[in-house]
Structure formats: structure tokens, C-alpha cells
């Protein structure tokens, strides 16, 4: 059964810190990887999709990468700013699960201070 | 591009009453659309995936009777909460996958539900 892990669960940055989260997950047959913002009490917005034959994906100063055979990704947001505070997602999605079943972790909320 | 919305934000409702929820994607067809449920700290778990014309298909220890799952068209979707009670408070969240694109999922905005 797939887990999929957030480390840390909460994370705290003053302004124009580069960041790092990271993401592990326990069964390596993905399909691809997400990673999603989530505002409080608001849906998910999708930021960076990886496929599994990929290393990376980069979007602005967001950057992904994906080592599959080890089940890990990271998120990296360079120069945080306030705006940033929110809590991120990582999610899988395996090969023969149910029809795209994306499995997600639990999220890191992090606080950007100004 | 690829839009979902969902309606209504946010509901109060009496334990016993059911309520129901729509999901629809605005600017592209669905063939799949899935529904998640999130409790406070945690994370989304998805209730069922459900493919435009079909029964939707449950994943365990969801209530098929208690949780209506119906996708008439290929841009709408409807999740009926029936006879609801104080422990179904929660945050609904659907997604939808394109045609062409299936295991990309995009989301709504999610479903405050809280029954009294």
C-alpha cells in the first residue's frame, strides 16, 4: 500500500529565504508525482506534475525533482515571500491504482514571515 | 484552461437532512472526476472515482448508500450526502481529469459541509 510522507509538517522562514520540502513515498511503481498549494479553507492549486521518466520540473522559482528509485522528491522555493505561506501537498499516482487514485501526503504548512 | 468549480462553498445543515454537491469543469470535458474528503490536519482521502455515464467506484470503508455519486454529463458531477449526521463535517474536494489527459487532475475549490 502506498504511504506517502511530508518532512517537516510545519516550517517557518523569514522573507527571501531559499526553501526545501521534502517528500517520500513507499512504493516506487508511480506514474507521476504533484505537488499542490492549499490555501486555508480553499481547494488545491496544482504548482509542478513531474511523470515518473522525468527528474524535474521547474516553474518560476519553484523546482521539483524526482528520484523514483530512492521514492523521494523535494520541492525547492527560492527567494520565499510572504505570499508563499500556505501548506504544500505532494501527491502520487500509481500505476494500477484506482483509475488515477492520486495518494496524498499529509502537507507542511509554511509560514513566510515579512 | 482546465477550470473546475464547485457549488455550494459552503453548507449548514440539520443532522438528518441531505445535501448535495456539484462539481462541474468549465472549459474542458471530464471523462473521470473524483471526490475527496478532508478532516481538519489532515490529509485528502479519496472517497470514489466516478466516469461519466457510469457507477462510480468506491474505495473502501466509504458508504456507497450513504455517499451518492452521480456524473450524468461529461462536465458535471454530484455528490449527495444523505441522512447526514455531525461526524460527515467535512471539506469535499472534487477533481477532474481530461480526456487526453487522464492522470492529471485538476481541482475545485472544495465544499465547507457542516452539520449540526
Known amino acids: 500500500k502506498q504511504e506517502v510522507t511530508q518532512i517537516p509538517a510545519a516550517l517557518s522562514v523569514p522573507e527571501g529565504e531559499n526553501l526545501v520540502l521534502n517528500c517520500s513515498f513507499t512504493d516506487s511503481a508511480i506514474y507521476n508525482l504533484q505537488w499542490f498549494r492549499q490555501d486555508p479553507g480553499k481547494g488545491l492549486t496544482s504548482l509542478l506534475l513531474i511523470q515518473s521518466s522525468q527528474r524535474e520540473q521547474t516553474s518560476g522559482r519553484l523546482n521539483a525533482s524526482l528520484d523514483k528509485s530512492s521514492g523521494r522528491s523535494t520541492l525547492y522555493i527560492a527567494a520565499s515571500q510572504p505570499g508563499d505561506s500556505a501548506t504544500y501537498l505532494c501527491a502520487v499516482s500509481n500505476y494500477g491504482g484506482s483509475q488515477g487514485n492520486l495518494i496524498f501526503g499529509k502537507g507542511t504548512k509554511l509560514s513566510v514571515k515579512p | 484552461g482546465a477550470v473546475v468549480s464547485q457549488h455550494p462553498s459552503r453548507v449548514i445543515c440539520k443532522s438528518g437532512t441531505s445535501v448535495k454537491i456539484e462539481c462541474r469543469s468549465l472549459d474542458f470535458q471530464a471523462t473521470t472526476m473524483f471526490w475527496y474528503r478532508q478532516f481538519p490536519k489532515q490529509s485528502l482521502m479519496l472517497m470514489a472515482t466516478s466516469n461519466e455515464g457510469s457507477k462510480a467506484t468506491y474505495e473502501q470503508g466509504v458508504e456507497k448508500d450513504k455517499f451518492l455519486i452521480n456524473h450524468a454529463s461529461l462536465t458535471l458531477s454530484t455528490l449527495t450526502v444523505t441522512s447526514a449526521h455531525p461526524e460527515d463535517s467535512s471539506f469535499y474536494i472534487c477533481?477532474?481529469?481530461?480526456?487526453?489527459?487522464?492522470?492529471?487532475?485538476?481541482f475545485g475549490p472544495g465544499t465547507r459541509l457542516t452539520v449540526l
Open positions: 477533481s477532474a481529469s481530461r480526456v487526453r489527459s487522464f492522470y492529471e487532475q485538476f
